[in-house]
């Protein structure tokens, strides 16, 4: 056996609870795991929080605030952002469509850079700052979900209830009936 040190000797996680710990060179991370997350822990943990997004006429600036048993947290304008917005756009969509709720909003990770009209390494930075910035501001928040779920070659944004407005005036509402 060889024993030549790899990059990740030192990574050890633990990867079967949902706020799973994953240390690196001794330092902790805690992270919540998406995938380990079933269903109903999903929907409780986000049935609670509800996004509303503002984006100009000409689609050049987008922000996102979100609202969780009274609080109200603005993450303010930012390019990733843009692209949370289409994918609630294309939950939508899909919702308007009749599709069953397990296959609404997704998104194939190529043709989302392609509406972006970014490459796949800018779709993973922004796919990272939407991810880290969520964790970050809702840390004191407690809540156990992801505001992205990924599966094979395809994002969509997490189950929340949300409102887009375009301009000052609602463009859509998700789902349909939601008093978000």
């Known amino acids: 056996m060889n024993n030549i040190a790899m990059p990740f000797d ?3 996680s633990d990867a ?11 330092r902790h991370n805690s992270r919540v795991a998406a995938d380990t997350f079933d269903a109903q822990t999903r929907a409780r ?5 509800s996004l509303h997004f503002h984006v100009t006429r000409d689609e050049e600036w987008a ?9 109200r947290v603005e993450f303010g304008q930012r390019s990733h952002h843009y692209c949370l917005l289409i994918l609630a756009r294309q939950r939508v969509t899909d919702a308007q469509l009749a599709l069953p709720e397990e ?5 194939p990770r190529q043709e989302l850079g392609a509406m972006l009209r970014i490459n796949s390494v800018h779709l993973n930075v922004l ?12 840390a004191d928040w407690d809540e156990r979900c992801e ?21 000052g005036a609602i463009e859509a509402r998700y789902p349909a009936a939601s008093p978000v």
């Open 10 to 12: 030192h990574v050890s």
């Open 16 to 26: 079967d609870h949902a706020g799973a710990t994953l240390e690196l060179d001794g």
């Open 45 to 49: 943990n986000t049935s609670h929080i």
């Open 63 to 71: 922000s996102l605030t979100a609202t969780c048993n009274g609080r």
């Open 103 to 107: 296959s609404r909003g997704w998104i």
């Open 127 to 138: 796919v990272f700052r939407a991810r880290q910035q969520w964790l970050t501001t809702l």
């Open 147 to 167: 505001v992205l779920e990924r599966r094979r070659g395809a994002l969509r944004l997490g189950p929340f209830p949300f409102l887009i407005y375009r301009d």
